[in-house]
């Protein structure tokens, strides 16, 4: 009975002493940055008896996680990070407390590839004085990202963020004229920044308004010289295109592919006086210039033949009248002398008349102014051609003495004189007398 009662009480601590183990293993065993890890905490040998609640502890590093002792092995992280790389281990509570070997645990990154820049609006064409975004994104990448954002070939850095996101956005909020470059962003996760391509940005700016100028040869521009036409707006985004006017007539048109200003050569005519003007278009919006006025001096010469060229209008239809007229008249007068021709032409050829005999004047005595013979006119009818000829004849008397005998008439050359005039017609109006004796 005595042995009996001793053998209970030194059982417990007769029996073999038994040596336990903790062991921390992660799954998966190397986690990727942003993926779920779970931890668990295995004592070796399991525990025989089942009545025995045993409560475990893990840590990272010397620090506790989660909310401290807990009755489950397993302890679940959600997403790790890079920085969450470290030594893990864990405890648990039986007669004594029992800790696990520690466990290194990497967690994986991975870099950022395929770095992209777009723009809002899109195409990189903004409006001057609007709002333009730059977005920078990646395909691939975990953790922390950092994004920078640049701007011209030489990267001049704009502005630089940190975020656990794959896409980042950077903000102009009104573009000037001179923020017309190329630009490009990069990404970084801890692996060393990698840079996107270059987006070209394109700022419109509406078309100033332009200036017209004339450059003529000489202080006074004269017809045949040539002026030379300048057009230029020194505001406006390229190409521009230039259109030149002659009193609302278009001259012609220039374009200027880098901006700036355009010309136009013209030669100057008695017709290009005038007012002057220009416009310029680049597409976003159009302007006119100033008129300005052109006086071109004419040459005396030319000046007659700037107004026949005016009057020839009116000079061609009063040409025509007159020419009607001048015909009508003709044929007027034509007629006119055809009838009076036609009545006084004898039949053709016809024989000399013979001289009328010439009545014998009566004899003056002591007349003291004797008579003078008169003329005697006579149409021969004498026609040749177009020439008609008259005789005109005149009477000699000769008075004698009373005392020397009677009184007689004596009368010499008996055959009268002949005095023949030709009549000619001259321009069908002009009678001209040419006499022959």
Known sequence: MLLRLLLLLCAPLCEPTVSLELFLTASPSHPVEGNPVTLTCKIQPPPQK???????????NGQTLGSGWSTSPELQIATVRREDSGYYWCETQTLKPIASWRTQINVQRVPVSDVNLKTKPPEGQVMEGDKLVLICSVANGTGSITFFWYKGTLGLNLATKNQRSLTAEFEIPAVQENDT??????????YGPSPSGLVSVTVRVPVSQPILTLTAPRVQAMVGDVVELHCEAFRGSPPILYQFYHEDVTLGHRLAPSGGRASFNLSLTAEHSGSYSCEANNGVGDQHSEVVTLNITVPIQDRGNLQDRRDRLTSGVIEGMLCALGAAMMTLILCYWLKRKIGRRPPRNPPRSPPRSVPQEPKYLNSPSPVQPKPVYENVNVVHGDDIYS????????QESAAVGPPRTHVENKVPSDIYSRLKKANDTDVDYEDAM
Do not use: K, P, T, W
């Not at 470059?181 to 801890?190: I, K, L, R, T, V």
């Not at 005789?391 to 000769?398: F, M, R, S, T």
């Open 50 to 60: 089942s009545d025995v609640q045993l409560q475990f502890l893990f840590f990272r």
């Open 181 to 190: 470059e190329s630009y490009y962003c990069a990404a970084d996760n801890g």
């Open 391 to 398: 005789l005109v004849y005149h009477i000699q008397q000769e």
